[in-house]
């Protein structure tokens, strides 16, 4: 069994859904051209994750397997159409920008492949961490994406948080440098060009972690002693 560190690196960065896994691509690219836009559809999406997690999980021993799918379908559906209405009843002007694609969290397979894969196996403990994990891993993609489209685009950091996110949140407006930047980096190509630049970015890093543990090994390692003659 998978312990709660590796579970949350796992879902955070090592097996991260966007660029590891290259999963949820549709919302990824088509609601980060901002970053208050990523954040908040990354939190709706981490919220329906945890708690569709815990419910597989608490579920599992009477949910049988020829009806697993449908069952875990309905309970997805279920908890979006819950977050869609609080979105709308208290996070209205966020709401109105996501538009469809908060009722679009039903199909998102990261949802569904987590309460497969992991959440009819494991407690409800386990399972709700990992949906903290993978969700805040999401997020986070979602979020960092949005705000190098906003920089490169627009000069902006979480612009029109405050009305997105509530008053609250005004404090992250940002003007990173006057004038606007290039248009492209708002438009859907832009969203492929720092998708690829990102997935690129962590394959690089990826690839220097062993190379870098084999030498930081081989330094704590003890010398041989010479033998006797």
Not at 88 to 95: D, F, K, Q, R, V
Not at 96 to 101: D, H, Q, T
Not at 123 to 135: E, I, K, R, T
Not at 178 to 197: D, E, Q, R, S, Y
Request: aromatic letters at 4%; charged letters at 10%.
């Amino acid at each position: 069994m998978s312990s709660s560190r590796d579970i949350l690196v796992d879902g955070v960065w090592r097996n991260n859904v966007v660029f590891s896994q290259m999963l949820s691509l549709c919302p990824t690219l088509a609601v980060t051209s901002a970053a208050t836009q990523g954040l908040g559809m990354g939190m709706a999406t981490m919220a329906v994750l945890i708690a569709s997690n815990m419910l597989v999980a608490l579920l599992r021993g009477l949910i049988t397997d020829e009806v697993r799918i449908p069952a875990f379908v309905l309970i997805i559906a279920t908890l979006v159409t819950i977050v869609d209405l609080a979105m709308n009843a208290w996070l209205h002007e966020l709401h109105k920008v996501l538009g469809l694609f908060i009722p679009l969290i039903v199909v998102n397979c990261l949802i569904l492949g987590r309460a497969e894969s992991f959440a009819c196996k494991n407690s409800v403990a386990l399972s709700a961490l990992d949906g903290l994990a993978m969700g805040a891993g999401f997020t986070l993609a979602l979020t960092l994406m949005g705000a190098l489209r906003e920089i490169g685009g627009s000069g902006t950091l979480f612009s029109g948080a405050s009305t997105l996110l509530g008053p609250a949140m005004g404090a992250l407006e940002i003007r990173v440098y006057p004038g606007a930047g290039a248009l492209v980096m708002i438009l859907p190509a832009g969203g492929f060009i720092v998708l690829g630049l990102m997935i690129a970015a962590k394959r690089a890093m990826d690839a220097r972690q062993p190379s870098q543990r084999v030498q930081e090994a081989s330094c704590h390692s003890p010398k041989p002693v010479a033998a006797a003659s």
